[in-house]
């Protein structure tokens, strides 16, 4: 089963294909995504990383306090969104 990881305090400078690249050292990336602002497209500095439900706790461990572009990255599980 598919979980997702919510990513935080992601340099702006970072990509997609970058963090993509980061999380696949520790396991199988199956999806990912950087939240943009939709006025000017620039990085809000989260984002959403999907892997396998048996990687996660793992992935979440080694990943979490590491240091992304020089910043220290938070990574937990996502939270389900809120229905308006």
Known sequence: ???TLYV???P???TESQLEEF???YGQVLGCR???ERSTGRSRGYGFVEVNEDEMEEIM???NGAELDGRKIVVNE???R???
């Open 23 to 25: 999380f696949g050292q």
């Open 1 to 3: 089963m598919v979980k």
């Open 12 to 14: 702006w400078s970072t």
């Open 61 to 63: 461990e080694k990943t």
């Open 34 to 36: 950087i939240i943009t």
């Open 78 to 80: 996502a939270k389900p």
């Open 82 to 84: 809120e229905q308006f």
């Open 8 to 10: 935080g305090n992601i």
